[in-house]
């Protein structure tokens, strides 16, 4: 394998705006990469016994092509290739290569160029073969600007769509198309407006408030959707905030909450730290709507639901890349207590928190028995009553690390 790499960002200029620099690099190569877009707009400057690797799906048979390579290589990629570029994925891949980069404007620098827009403040988030975390956490967040890559599939229409589903309108939608290339545009358009058009392939977002969101901190119980016939069955506010304050939330990377129902446990979570990978368990099918439902009233997206029943399922799936789980609200359990920490234990990280809301004193002894069988730390309960409603226990355990 080659040990040096060299790479360079291309606007869609199809003539190469290249420092001479890049261009003295490109002369001085005869192998390259690049997708077929970047091969159309540097073929006039390429050596002409050069190699060309594509750069396409699957990213690994392009890391293999790379590796096979003994003598150096150019890299063509779009814009700046360490920001959210291919240069980044080469780094992870081949750590010990020594590189070089030539930058250009990445798109969303260039679109906000074209607004004539200071951009210093602008939060970024990226749906380019990407879920919608780095979105949603902007928008729950309230950023005035926020600069959005997006795909095929995740287009502005189905941006705009997802953010007025989840009530996120105080938003107009900047759309750059085809920057620097022959068929370039620049337009603003409401939310609704842009629901219903189609954009050049080539695109990115800048979405721009024109006023401030309104955030919800202790989220009223009248505000969710609960089960039919059972209105009481949710997780009142107070103990709600208390319940989350006992997870330590503020220094976990994922949640499990089991037994979601209404989903309000998760809700406030995720608009608390919406950073936090959050999995709501639930076997009851009705329950799923009602997490539908509340997410979008409570503009809180992003909460993944895991539907049936909760010993049946591969939890290792819902550990992240860190393949733990640091809290988990145990919401519902089935009398089956002791097999739920035999599920949670291996996963639950060190430090990791485990919390219930116990009415009945039998659930609690039960509860600070597995956690004492598993040497976890036993945090002092904590005794809420709300209004005429029985006195909830919350009570919290950690896990240690082993001797």
């Known amino acids: 394998m080659s040990d040096r790499i060299t790479v360079v960002g291309l606007t869609d200029n199809p003539d190469p705006e290249l420092t001479e620099d890049a261009r ?5 190569h005869r192998v390259f990469a690049g997708g077929e877009r970047h091969r159309g707009i540097v073929a006039s400057i390429l050596p002409h016994d050069s190699d060309w690797i594509t750069i396409k799906p699957p990213i690994g048979k392009v890391l293999v092509a790379f590796k096979e390579e003994p003598g150096p290589i150019l890299a063509f990629t779009s814009g700046d290739p360490l920001f959210y570029g291919f240069g980044a994925t080469l780094q992870k891949a081949f750590p010990d290569a020594v590189y070089t980069y030539y930058p250009s404007f990445h798109s969303l620098q260039l679109l ?28 729950i967040e309230g950023a ?81 959707e609960g089960l039919r016939g059972r209105p009481n ?17 503020v220094n976990a ?7 979601f129902c209404t989903g309000s446990v998760s809700v406030e979570a995720r608009l608390l730290f919406p950073e936090i990978d959050i999995t709501a368990f639930e076997k009851r099918s009705e329950c799923s709507v009602l997490l ?41 359990h089935g009398g089956r207590l002791e097999e739920m920490f035999a599920c949670i234990d291996p996963l639950l990280s060190i430090g990791g928190r485990v919390v219930i809301n116990a009415v009945q004193s039998e659930s609690l002894k039960q509860f600070h028995q597995q956690a004492g069988q598993y040497n ?14 029985n006195v909830i226990t919350v009570a919290a355990v950690e896990k240690t690390r082993k001797a």
């Open 24 to 28: 003295l690099a490109v002369s001085q």
């Open 112 to 139: 906000a160029h074209r607004c004539r827009m200071p951009y210093q403040s602008m939060r970024y988030a990226s749906l380019t073969g990407r879920g919608w975390q780095e979105l949603d956490c902007a928008l």
């Open 233 to 249: 069955m949710i997780t009142k506010m107070p103990v709600r905030l208390a319940t989350l304050s006992r997870l330590g939330l």
């Open 376 to 389: 976890y730390r036993i945090f002092e309960d904590m005794k809420i009553a709300v209004d005429e409603f």
């Open 253 to 259: 990377r994922n949640f499990w909450d089991i037994g």
């Open 144 to 224: 005035q600007l926020i600069g959005v890559l997006t795909d095929r599939r995740k287009t502005p229409a189905v941006v705009a769509k997802r953010m007025l589903d989840f009530g996120f309108s105080e938003y107009t939608m900047i759309v750059g198309e085809a920057l620097g290339g022959a068929e370039e545009r620049v337009c603003e358009y409401g939310l609704e407006d842009a629901v219903r058009l189609s954009f050049h392939e080539l695109n990115c977002i800048i979405l721009s408030a024109f006023q401030p969101h309104v955030k919800l901190f202790g989220i009223p119980d009248s505000t969710f």
């Open 292 to 332: 539908e439902h509340n997410s979008k009233k409570c503009s809180a997206p992003g909460i993944r639901q895991v539907m049936g029943d909760f010993f049946l399922q591969e939890h290792s799936a819902y550990t992240g890349d860190q393949e733990t789980v640091d809290a988990v609200f145990i919401g519902g």
